[in-house]
Structures are given as C-alpha cells and as structure tokens.
C-alpha cells in the first residue's frame, strides 16, 4: 500500500455484480481483496453492484453472499446495495452539474463509432434539455497515469484521459464510473483490490474523485483468469460457478493461481486455519505478472 494510504486503517472491499454465480476468476479477486485487507489488519467490505437490472439474473446476488461465506470469507458490517443508493448518485449528478462540470448529449453509440470510438465533445456547448439525453462529465481534470502496487504505473492514452465520458446513460440508468466512486467514498474504502480488466475505467475514475472533491484511494490489479481462448473467465463467457463441497481444494488453486506459498499440511487444516496462514503468507510480490490460465478441474484433489 502506498505511503498516501498508510496513515488511515485500511478498508478494502469486494463488489461484484449479481449477473450471475461466482466464478473462479471471481473468486481470485474476491480472494486477493480480502487476504490484502486482512494482512494489512484492515476491514474487508462486501458491496453488491446491482446498477444494472437488465443484466442481473434473479437469486444470483444471494447466491454470491452464501458462496462467499462458504469459502470462509466473511466481510464486515452490512451489504451495500448499489440498488438503494440511488438518492446519492443523484445528489453527486447535482453537484457536478451545479459546478458546470457536466452537460447533456444525444450522440448514438452509431455516430462515435464512425468517430473511431472516442466521443468528440459535440454537444458540449449546445445547452442542450434531458430528454433523451445522457449527461456526460466534462473533462477538466484528465488523468494520464497512475501507480499500482503490483502493476508500477499505468498510462492511459490521450483520447481516452481526455474523452468527456458518460455518467448517467441515456436511460436513465447511473454510469459504472459514477456509482462505484460515490460508493467507495461513502464506505471509506481506501484502498481498491479488483482485476486487470478494470485498469482502464481507473483513471476515469480518479478524474472523477478529484472533481468531486473526494479523496482518491490507493490500487492494486489483479492477475486475470482466463480460459481456453485466452478470454478472461466471465459470466458473458458462461464460465461455470464454483463447485459444492469442500472449499478448501478451490482455495488453495486460487492461491496457487496467485503465485502463493501453500501449506505442506493443508488436509491436516480447517478453512479458518487455511485462510489465516494465506493471511499470514501473503505476499503480493509472488504473483504473476500475466494473465494465466484457470484450472481446468476444480473439483479434483488438489496436488502441487
């Protein structure tokens, strides 16, 4: 964790969406937030990121919880709902717009595709109303680069610091990147622990704490698990739940997908005893640089 972060009890937390069952690739990041949040002593948190009710499929987010709690990874104080925090991504909308930092847009995806993909700030200055409209932030503090603690630092490209992106879409429904900044500010998290794959969003996110005015947390990305395409392991890539029984089989795989020393005795260990040495071992300097392949069987005797 960076000298920024170390002053303040460290929070981290987890929040994946309820598309769909835990996943291995979901449980490595899962783990990973979690074992980074315990060695450093701090809290872990669970948020569920139900933005999207088109995309959510019923029972999945109950489904999660009990898996994690399966696994012997037990969060702190209450679920988060992104469902019910509606009142403040709008209140955060209010305030960028009274600050004159956000404007409506009518653009198609149609019309940005023929631009290459990068929105070009058409309607910036046409005072346009909010029907049929998105709000789009307007881009005056773009972010170019920014340190991990396992990746070094990361540049993004010009058009995609500088793009002015959306934060409420079109119907009505809240951005991603607004949602998950006004979230982790309100939870106090600190320090965020997720996968590869959202290194990008990271920098329009940072630009988005400093033009709220919140303090910006520390980052750590994960190595992606991927299938036998190369593809990472996704509900969209149909990749199947975490097996029943025994936990301690699929964790210790985790582990080992992360580059962890295992325990010789693991058979000889309960999970809590499990989870405490990976607590107590974890070092993410051992983890991998590439994205690696997931176990084929997750379900079969763990050998080394």
């Given at each position: 964790?960076?000298?920024?972060?170390?002053?303040?009890?460290?929070?981290?937390?987890?929040a994946?969406?309820?598309?769909?069952?835990?996943?291995?690739g979901?449980?490595?990041?899962?783990?990973?937030?979690?074992?980074?949040?315990?060695?450093?002593?701090?809290?872990?948190?669970?948020?569920?990121?139900?933005?999207?009710?088109?995309?959510?499929?019923?029972?999945?987010?109950?489904?999660?919880?009990?898996?994690?709690?399966?696994?012997?990874?037990?969060?702190?104080?209450?679920?988060?709902?992104?469902?019910?925090?509606?009142?403040?991504?709008?209140?955060?909308?209010?305030?960028?717009?009274?600050?004159?930092?956000?404007?409506y847009?009518?653009?198609t995806?149609?019309?940005?595709?023929?631009?290459?993909?990068?929105?070009?700030?058409?309607?910036?200055?046409?005072g346009?109303?909010?029907?049929?409209?998105?709000?789009?932030?307007r881009?005056?503090?773009?972010?170019?680069a920014?340190?991990d603690?396992?990746?070094g630092?990361?540049?993004?490209?010009?058009?995609?610091?500088?793009?002015?992106f959306?934060?409420?879409?079109?119907d009505?429904?809240?951005?991603?990147?607004?949602?998950v900044?006004?979230?982790?500010?309100?939870?106090?998290?600190n320090?965020?622990?997720?996968?590869?794959?959202?290194?990008?969003?990271?920098?329009?996110?940072?630009?988005?704490?400093?033009?709220?005015?919140?303090?910006?947390?520390?980052?750590?990305?994960?190595?992606?698990?991927?299938?036998?395409?190369?593809?990472?392991?996704?509900?969209?890539?149909h990749?199947p739940?975490?097996?029943?029984?025994?936990?301690?089989?699929?964790?210790?795989?985790?582990?080992?997908?992360?580059?962890?020393?295992?325990?010789?005795?693991?058979?000889?260990?309960?999970?809590?005893?499990?989870?405490?040495?990976?607590?107590?071992?974890?070092?993410?300097a051992?983890?991998?640089?590439?994205?690696?392949?997931?176990?084929?069987?997750?379900?079969?005797?763990?050998?080394?």
């Open positions: 964790m960076s000298d920024t972060h170390a002053a303040s009890p460290y929070i981290g937390r987890f994946p969406s309820p598309s769909g069952e835990l996943h291995f979901s449980l490595i990041a899962a783990l990973g937030s979690y074992l980074h949040a315990r060695a450093a002593q701090g809290q872990w948190l669970v948020r569920i990121d139900d933005l999207d009710p088109p995309r959510e499929i019923a029972g999945s987010a109950d489904s999660i919880l009990a898996t994690l709690e399966r696994f012997g990874l037990h969060w702190d104080g209450e679920v988060v709902w992104q469902s019910k925090r509606h009142d403040a991504y709008r209140a955060a909308l209010d305030t960028l717009r009274n600050n004159g930092l956000s404007y847009c009518t653009c995806r149609q019309r940005i595709s023929q631009l290459g993909g990068t929105y070009d700030g058409h309607c910036q200055h046409l346009l109303g909010p029907e049929n409209a998105a709000i789009r932030l881009q005056t503090r773009p972010v170019y920014f340190d603690d396992f990746q630092q990361l540049h993004a490209s010009q058009s995609l610091a500088e793009e002015d959306i934060i409420r879409r079109r009505g429904l809240f951005a991603y990147n607004l949602a900044v006004v979230d982790d500010h309100y939870q106090g998290v320090h965020v622990v997720r996968g590869a794959d959202l290194i990008e969003p990271t920098v329009r996110q940072i630009s988005l704490y400093q033009h709220l005015g919140y303090p910006q947390p520390g980052y750590l990305h994960l190595p992606l698990a991927v299938n036998e395409s190369g593809d990472k392991l996704s509900k969209q890539n990749a739940g975490l097996p029943q029984g025994d936990p301690r089989p699929v964790l210790l795989k985790a582990l080992q997908f992360l580059g962890q020393t295992l325990p010789e005795n693991w058979q000889d260990l309960t999970l809590d005893l499990l989870l405490r040495w990976a607590i107590e071992h974890w070092s993410p051992m983890m991998p640089r590439q994205h690696a392949k997931a176990p084929s069987d997750l379900t079969s005797a763990f050998s080394k």
